[in-house]
């Protein structure tokens, strides 16, 4: 099902069964990237989801209403993100992943399968923002498998979260998290093991 209000570029293949609520705009080329977006099938875009070109996304997802995802990414099979939500470009996402809504994923993220976010979670990666350099330094977090992040947690440039580690809601991470820990704070400081 395509509404009328909505607008699929030509750059663009949806699989089958996929829907689109009104105002949905998928495939948007920019300056620097014209590349084909596709879109697996049985997915389900709810209105004002905006998706820009060189995307590959699988089978079974689902987005939020307005939610932002911009160049270049790849996105595994049966993914949910959440209303409000804003993927940056260059991002990779596992299968299995939930990312619940007003989530920031900052440009080279790493999201392995099976990773829940909360909602209000902001990922980063200028360690130094706003300085000319800024650009060229970028170091996104990686989230490993079946990891958990709290709502309203952050994460600053450069973290690692390993397997199935737990980040409890409001915590500010600075530091690489070891699998299977749970933690939390400002910062985020070992609670104990899962």
């Not at 199935?164 to 600075?174: C, F, L, P």
């Not at 985020?188 to 093991?193: G, Q, S, V, Y």
């Amino acid at each position: 099902m395509k509404t009328e209000n909505s607008i699929i570029y030509s750059n663009v293949q949806l699989g089958k069964n996929t829907k689109l609520e009104e105002f949905c705009l998928i495939g948007i080329k920019t300056k620097n990237c014209n590349k084909p977006t596709s879109i697996g099938k049985d997915s389900f875009l709810r209105s004002g989801t905006y998706i820009y070109a060189g995307n590959k996304i699988g089978s079974n997802f689902q987005t939020g209403n307005k939610v932002n995802i911009r160049e270049e990414n790849e996105i595994g099979n049966n993914v949910s993100i959440g209303t409000q939500s804003v993927i940056e470009h260059h991002v990779k996402i596992g299968n299995n992943v939930r990312i619940h809504s007003n989530v920031f994923i900052p440009e080279f993220t790493i999201l392995k399968s099976n990773v829940w976010i909360g909602p209000n979670v902001v990922l980063t990666n200028a360690k130094y923002p706003n300085r000319k350099e800024t650009k060229e330094n970028l170091s996104a977090p990686v989230l490993m498998e079946n990891c958990i992040i709290g709502a309203n947690v952050t994460i600053l440039p450069n973290i690692k979260i390993g397997k199935n580690a737990i980040i409890g809601a409001g915590s500010v991470v600075t530091k690489n998290i070891q699998s299977n820990t749970i933690v939390f704070g400002n910062p985020a400081k070992k609670f104990k093991l899962v």
